[in-house]
């Protein structure tokens, strides 16, 4: 029974291109987030969603475009994919609160070619 | 500028002892530490998170430590175990837009407990 679950586990794809990550939780949080980490292993916010709305964005390219359709769901959509890209993205969520952990989801392994 | 550091990129210790992963950090409005566990291709699993009010938080076999004036944070694990081999991430919590946590990562611990 996964609670944060992301979609595709891998994603190849060429310069250029659009691509889009999906990512779905069933715990009932409020709060959602991304996170990437690069070639050095760093693990960086993106963007946190609460509610729908946008609360946290990092300095991250305008390229990235997270959408939020419901509090369940934070979509992310990646246009014109660069080499740098190349990551893994952790879609996360967490409980109202501060100090509350936040759930991550298994990772979405981004390989730009 | 990397404000939470954790210096050691790895550990090895024997089945049965105490494992110490430290963490220093540099911001002194962090408010909640929290430490990670991750395996491969999985994500990030929640530990133990310790507020920054607080010198000791334990559950079960992981106890966390913070020194404030030292803005240091170590997780002992003891006793531990060939399960525990994974990389263990240092988080800090900054307030950020009401009660949403933004969290900064250090780089991890690999720890290799031999059996």
């Known amino acids: 029974d996964t609670a944060v679950s992301q979609t595709p586990k891998y994603l190849v794809t060429q310069m250029g291109n659009d691509k889009s990550i999906k990512c779905e939780q069933n715990?009932?949080?409020?709060?959602m987030y991304w996170y990437k980490q690069d070639s050095k292993k760093f693990l960086k916010i993106m963007f946190s969603y609460n509610n729908k709305e946008l609360i946290i964005n990092e300095t991250v390219p305008n390229r990235f475009s997270p959408k939020s359709p419901d509090k369940a769901h934070l979509n992310l959509h990646i246009n014109s994919l660069e080499l740098g890209d190349s990551a893994v993205y952790f879609c996360?969520?967490?409980?109202?609160?501060?100090?509350?952990?936040?759930?991550f989801g298994q990772g979405t392994r981004l390989t730009v070619v | 500028d990397q404000q939470v550091k954790q210096n050691s990129p790895s550990l090895s210790v024997q089945e049965g002892r105490i494992s110490i992963l430290n963490c220093d950090y540099t911001n002194s409005m962090f408010d909640y530490f929290l430490w990670y566990k991750k395996y491969p291709a999985e994500g990030p699993t929640f530990l133990i998170s310790?507020?920054?009010?607080?010198d000791k938080n334990e559950d079960g076999r992981f106890t966390v430590f913070l020194n404030k004036s030292a803005k240091h944070l170590s997780l002992h694990i003891v006793p531990s175990q060939p399960g525990d081999s994974a990389v263990y991430f240092c988080a800090a919590s900054l307030p950020s837009g009401g009660a949403t946590n933004k969290l900064i990562f250090g780089t991890g611990t690999l720890l290799a407990v031999q059996p």
């Open positions: 715990l009932g949080h409020d709060t």
């Open positions: 310790i507020s920054s009010i607080k």
């Open positions: 996360a969520s967490s409980p109202q609160g501060r100090g509350t952990e936040a759930f």
